[in-house]
Structures are given as structure tokens and as C-alpha cells.
């Protein structure tokens, strides 16, 4: 009955490859979120989807694609993954009033 | 663009103490502003928020102030407990879907026993 749920939650992969962390919410809530949380611990937003569609899109290299097939669904895509990529990704959701959000527990991506 | 900023970052309190964590907004559209608490390899958790059209909120141990005149906002903690040591956000954002939420860039609480 996990709110926010998201897998992997840990990943370990090599430069240049492809990977994908997907993302359920089973608030009813229509907005869903991909953070990036650094090791120095900054959340910095994404991206952003309102009802399936692209709301708040940051200044993030075209590598990563988000997919929202539903609303209860945002997937995120990498591509060819670097260093730097290594992080904690986290998905969230929240509602259309884009108050209160929830997180998931995190997905832990290494690039080695 | 928006900004929260956050300080300090990082606070050390003998148990028992208070501790009090502060943030300045830029975006004088934002009118509500979550406080997120997170513990070593959690998500983020929601501990207390407060709009704008309220001055304090208070939840046991926990309270907000909020001073939109000055875009300032803190989080009390009295009482401190060794749970309570955690990476402390701030966040502030506007009413719709797409407002972003932006958040502070934590501060990293220890309560010494």
C-alpha cells in the first residue's frame, strides 16, 4: 500500500548505457515530479506533469526523457549515462494545487 | 529566478536544547512553505507547512513563524530529541500545478546526548 512507490532503488551501471527508473503513485493525484538530489544533499527539480502532460521541464541535458503513459505512472529515461549522473533520483507526487507533495524512497543510480 | 535560501547548514544542539532553522524566499507570488524532514537514506517527509495568510503554526515540539513582509520563514524545534537528528528542508511554492517547488538546500541537524 506504498503511496509512492519507485524501482530500481539501486543501480550500479557503466558509462554510456541506457537505464530507466520507473514511478506509481496511488494517491489519486494528478501531478507527479523527478528530483535529483546531489551528494551534497541539494533537491533540484526536473521535471514536472500535470494529467500526463509535460508542466515544468529545468535545464536538464535531452538525455533524460520522462514518459507519463497515465497519470498514476512518470518514468524517467536516461541516456548514455555519465559520471556526473550518479545521484539519488526521487519521484514524487502531488495535487493539481501543487501543495503538499509526496516522495518515494529514492532511487539510488551509480555510474561507474 | 525563484530562490530559497537556507541557513545554517549545518546545527549542533546539546538534547534538550532548541534548535531554529531559517529561509528567505525571492518569489513574492510564493504563498505556501512546506518544511521536509529527512533521516539517513529516507525520502523527504512532510512535518509541518504553513500558508500565507497564517503568521505561526505550532505542532507539539514543532512550530513555523512566517513573516512575508521580509519573505522569511523559520522552524522551531524545542525539546530536542536524538530523533530528531535529520537533514532539514525548506520549500516554497505558489498554489497551482505549475508552480515549482523550490526548496532550500538543507540543513543537517545533531542533537548531542
Not at chain 1, 526523457?65 to 550518479?86: T, V
Not at chain 2, 521536509?36 to 505561526?56: C, F, M, T, W
Not at chain 2, 505550532?58 to 513555523?64: F, L, W, Y
Request: overall charge neutral; proline content about 4%.
Amino acid at each position: 500500500d506504498t503511496a509512492v512507490s519507485q524501482t530500481p532503488k539501486y543501480l550500479v551501471t557503466q558509462m554510456g548505457n541506457d537505464k530507466s527508473i520507473k514511478c506509481e503513485q496511488n494517491l489519486g493525484h494528478d501531478t507527479m515530479y523527478w528530483y535529483k538530489q546531489d551528494s551534497k544533499k541539494f533537491l533540484k527539480i526536473m521535471f514536472s506533469y500535470n494529467n500526463k502532460e509535460l508542466i515544468i521541464n529545468e535545464t536538464v541535458p535531452n538525455r533524460f526523457s520522462p514518459k507519463s503513459p497515465d497519470k498514476a505512472h512518470l518514468n524517467l529515461h536516461i541516456n548514455s549515462l555519465e559520471l556526473g549522473d550518479s545521484a539519488v533520483y526521487f519521484c514524487a507526487s502531488g495535487t493539481d494545487s501543487g501543495n503538499t507533495i509526496y516522495f518515494g524512497e529514492g532511487s539510488w543510480l551509480t555510474v561507474v | 529566478g525563484e530562490n530559497v535560501e537556507q541557513h545554517p547548514s549545518t546545527l549542533s544542539v546539546q538534547e534538550g536544547d532548541s534548535a531554529v532553522i531559517k529561509c528567505t524566499y525571492s518569489d513574492s507570488a510564493s504563498n505556501y512553505f512546506p518544511w521536509y524532514k529527512q533521516e539517513l537514506g529516507k525520502r523527504p517527509q512532510l512535518i509541518i507547512d504553513i500558508r500565507s495568510n497564517v503568521g505561526e503554526k505550532k505542532d507539539q515540539r514543532i512550530a513555523v513563524t512566517l513573516n512575508k513582509t521580509a519573505k522569511h520563514f523559520s522552524l522551531h524545534i524545542t525539546e530536542t530529541q536524538p530523533e530528531d537528528s535529520a537533514v532539514y528542508f525548506c520549500a516554497a511554492t505558489g498554489y497551482s500545478s505549475a508552480s515549482k517547488i523550490i526548496f532550500g538546500s538543507g540543513t543537517r541537524l545533531s542533537i548531542r546526548p
